[in-house]
T-cell receptor, first 116, second 112 residues
Framework: EPEVTQTPSHQVTQMGQEVILRCVPI?????FYWYRQILGQKVEFLVS????????KSEIFDDQFSVERPDGSNFTLKIRSTKLEDSAMYFC??????????????FGPGTRLTVT | LAKTTQPISMDSYEGQEVNITCSHN???????ITWYQQFPSQGPRFIIQ???TKVTNEVASLFIPADRKSSTLSLPRVSLSDTAVYYC?????????????FGTGTKLQVIP
């Protein structure tokens, strides 16, 4: 069964450093997403991406965050200058383009980001 | 997006049927109801989705009354491996994607 993959599984970084989290969505999917989950809290939507541009973003997704699809397979989340409160599990997800019906999102296993 | 309310936690013995009810009083006409499951340290996983009446797949059933202001996820004969958090979500973007907004979910603990 096709799956979303994410690398690395765990990233430790110092406050103020830039990090890039990588995702490989399912190959025929056209919508891509990033979510985060702070330990013990709920899953929070960050951003959705379609046709090489951001479709929607939450208030969490400020200027410190950016997303990119650098090639035909990868989808990345960059945090420009990490803060302690960015420590969380970051999930990538993807879904098909089915315009007349709702679609399920397929989530990756997550990248645990620890900012020290 | 419609707000959802579901129990914070539930316990069940192995082999029992578990029903988790979710309230979504302000569901919109175009909204679908979707349930996800999340195991610790893993990403959420889609379980089932429906619009009205009853939907069944190999994992679960989803019951939606006529007014659609609530829905019930039914897990038949749960096992220890069903211990997880279950999220009810409501919403739809007709452009093809669903902005998925997770609530706190229901933490299901299956007891041997």
């Amino acid at each position: 069964e096709p799956e979303v993959t994410q690398t690395p599984s765990h990233q430790v970084t110092q406050m103020g450093q830039e990090v890039i989290l990588r995702c490989v969505p399912i190959s025929n999917h056209l919508y891509f997403y990033w979510y985060r989950q702070i330990l013990g809290q709920k899953v929070e939507f960050l951003v959705s991406f379609y046709n090489n541009e951001i479709s929607e973003k939450s208030e969490i997704f400020d200027d410190q965050f950016s997303v990119e699809r650098p090639d035909g397979s990868n989808f990345t989340l960059k945090i420009r200058s990490t803060k302690l409160e960015d420590s969380a599990m970051y999930f990538c997800a993807s879904s098909e383009d089915r315009r007349l019906a709702p679609v399920e999102q397929y989530f990756g296993p997550g990248t645990r980001l620890t900012v020290t | 997006l419609a707000k959802t309310t579901q129990p914070i936690s539930m316990d069940s013995y192995e082999g029992q049927e578990v029903n988790i009810t979710c309230s979504h009083n302000n569901i919109a006409t175009n909204d679908y109801i979707t349930w996800y499951q999340q195991f610790p340290s893993q990403g959420p996983r889609f379980i089932i989705q429906g619009y009205k009446t009853k939907v069944t797949n190999e994992v679960a059933s989803l019951f939606i009354p006529a007014d659609r202001k609530s829905s019930t996820l039914s897990l038949p004969r749960v096992s220890l491996s069903d211990t997880a958090v279950y999220y009810c979500l409501v919403g739809l973007d007709s452009g093809g994607y669903q902005k998925v907004t997770f609530g706190t979910g229901t933490k299901l603990q299956v007891i041997p």
